[in-house]
């Protein structure tokens, strides 16, 4: 009946994007990238990037993780790339225990070695 559908259209259904699917958005026209699994367009955002066109359309339709960390986004930078959430990668294609980097997360203890030796 009319009211069965009044909850269903708050839920937004996660969508799942293969690896392939991803890799054919590499490009200034559609352009997706997926950090941490999630699957963002960033396409309308490309303009206004604030690290440039060139270093997104590097990573363009592939797995953006460490290059997206290895900059050191601000928080402000990672709320903004909510904004362009469109789905998950596939189960398939997930990549197993990816974890966000930050100047805390120690993955070896050569890592935390090299942490103290710089402070
Ligand atoms: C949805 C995805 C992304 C969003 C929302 C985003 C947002 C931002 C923002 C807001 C900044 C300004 C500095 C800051 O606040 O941290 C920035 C800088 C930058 N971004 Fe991104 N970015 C994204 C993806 C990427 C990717 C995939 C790369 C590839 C390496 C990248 C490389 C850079 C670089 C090199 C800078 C300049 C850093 C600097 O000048 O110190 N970004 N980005």
Redesign the pocket.
């Known amino acids: 009946m009319a009211d069965s559908g009044q909850a269903k259209a708050q839920e937004e259904p996660v969508k799942y994007y293969a690896l392939k699917e991803v890799e054919e958005h590499n490009n200034e026209k559609s352009l997706w990238?997926v950090?941490h699994n999630k699957v963002?367009d960033?396409t309308m955002?490309l303009a206004s990037?604030?690290?440039g066109e060139a270093?997104?359309l590097?990573?363009a339709g592939k797995i953006?993780s460490e290059?997206?960390d290895d900059?050191g986004?601000?928080s402000?930078?990672k709320a903004?790339?909510e904004e362009?959430y469109i789905g998950e990668l596939a189960t398939a294609d997930r990549v197993a225990n990816d974890k966000e980097k930050t100047p805390n997360y120690n993955e070896t203890p050569e890592a935390k070695q090299s942490w103290c030796q710089l402070l």
């Open positions: 990238v950090i963002y960033v955002f990037h604030p690290g270093v997104m590097e990573q953006a290059p997206f900059v986004h601000s402000d930078a903004l790339k362009h």
